[in-house]
């Protein structure tokens, strides 16, 4: 049986330079998709896998993220005064129990592979799960839920995947995919960026991870890659040489909301997918699409 994946770590501390000025003080993962900021999706999605301890990874400007995963006992009081008893306890439901949150901070954003090895002395020698939380998957059961299941069966590194345009598909990491199913099969490739004719495959890399603590000692070796940034792409293609890499073609649509498009999409996706508005919300997309009034 592999070790249990305990531990999960959100990459925070990218400039969100896609999003300005809305990022220019406030961190990209606070971004809400209907009223639910980015990170909060990704700590549910690791919740429901059984992660049991958080890792974020801030920067400047993003103390507010820490803040969001505390207690405000002032709104606790309003709320309780007022009788609006679930909003109290769909607060209190999102936030992780004390002592299972640790923050750090990349005092430069020198790219995500920086990022992750900035979580190595609070990780250790554990499998560990790498979200990053402005691709908001949208997914039953969770994106992480499904790898855990591969990671399970195999102990091995797992990369969720998905299909896309070949088109469009130099703006991501690829793999090559071996024999198996969809619920896991090897990777016998990656790909950072590829041209469309080189590329080994049309599954692109898409931001959920799970990764064995080796990954920490070959990224603080290792040079700069694309954009002058270290990449954690880099970095796994070397632990490719030494381990074993599972894909999983999950059932589920990401959205980019690092992106304007993705983010904008996400929230109507999301919007239409709620009780309490979809109703309403699609109303107004009708008047909308009719150029009534708009
Ligand atoms: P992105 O590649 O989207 O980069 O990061 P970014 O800097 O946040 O945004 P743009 O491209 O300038 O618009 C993917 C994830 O990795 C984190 C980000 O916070 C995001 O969650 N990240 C990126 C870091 O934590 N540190 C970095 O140095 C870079």
Excluded at 138 to 158: E, F, H, R
Aim: hydrophobic letters at 40%; a negative charge.
């Amino acid at each position: 049986m592999p070790k249990k994946v305990r531990i999960a770590v959100f990459p925070v501390a990218g400039l969100g330079t896609r999003f300005l000025p809305a990022t220019k003080a406030m961190p990209k993962e606070m971004l809400p998709v209907v009223d639910r900021p980015l990170i909060q999706y990704a700590v549910d999605e690791a919740k429901e896998a059984g992660i049991e301890h958080f890792v974020f990874i801030t920067g400047r400007n993003k103390g507010v993220i820490e803040d969001h995963f505390d207690r405000q006992f002032e709104l606790e009081s309003t709320l309780k005064a007022r009788g609006k008893l679930e909003a109290l306890k769909s607060l209190q439901d999102d936030l992780p129990k004390p002592g299972q949150t640790s923050f750090t901070r990349q005092q430069e954003p020198l790219g995500l592979g920086h990022a992750v090895w900035c979580a190595r002395d609070i990780v250790g020698n554990e499998p560990f799960a790498l979200l990053l939380p402005d691709m908001l998957i949208k997914s039953d059961p969770g994106v992480l839920s499904q790898m855990i299941d591969a990671y399970q069966k195999t102990g091995n590194n797992v990369i969720a995947v998905e299909e896309t345009d070949p088109a469009g598909i130099s703006s991501y990491g690829v793999v090559g995919r071996g024999t198996g199913p969809d619920t896991g099969f090897e990777i016998t490739k990656m790909v950072e960026k590829p041209r469309p004719e080189d590329a080994p495959s049309n599954l692109i890399i898409s931001g959920r991870y799970i990764l064995q603590p080796e990954i920490f000692g070959l990224i603080e070796n290792q040079p700069k890659g694309a954009g002058g940034e270290i990449q954690i792409t880099d970095a796994m293609q070397k632990l490719m040489e030494q381990q074993k890499f599972t894909g999983v073609k999950y059932n589920g649509r990401a959205f980019d909301c690092g992106s304007k498009i993705g983010f904008l999409t996400a929230n109507i996706v999301f919007a239409l997918d709620r009780k309490d508005i979809s109703h309403a919300f699609m109303e107004e997309l009708q008047i909308v699409a009719s150029n009534e009034n708009t």
